[in-house]
């Protein structure tokens, strides 16, 4: 996988959630929470076995983990009728975004290295 398309899958799927936030009925947390049903989850596990000692895949599991986990609290508060400040946790500012950042930085010196 080269990784314009881990960026693209990353971002849809943050997109996804941002644009389904306004209905947040129909998410389940326990399942956005869930970092190994997503495309980039499913390659971080591939990977795994034979990566799992290098540091950068340590903290891109960490980080996507992480990143799964400040989604499903966003639609937690959206599900309490706490919209506003569930948008904020997806906002430019927001810890989801800064940690989907973070994936991103980290995904690109897995690969760098692994292709090295």
Excluded at 16 to 26: E, G, Q
Excluded at 28 to 37: G, K, N, S, T
Aim: include cysteine.
């Amino acid at each position: 996988m080269v990784f314009s398309q881990i960026s693209h899958m990353h971002i849809l799927w943050l997109q996804n959630i941002l644009d389904d936030i306004r209905n947040p009925v129909k998410l389940d947390p326990a399942e956005i929470a869930r970092h190994d049903l997503c495309e980039l989850g499913k390659w971080i596990n591939a990977i795994g076995p034979q990566h799992r000692e290098r540091p950068e895949y340590v903290e891109l599991f960490t980080l996507h983990a992480q990143l799964h986990q400040s989604a499903a609290d966003a639609v937690i508060l959206a599900q309490a009728g706490k919209v506003s400040e569930a948008k904020q946790y997806l906002s430019v500012d927001g810890s989801c975004v800064e940690t989907s950042k973070q994936v991103l930085e980290c995904a690109g010196r897995l690969l760098k290295n692994i292709n090295a």
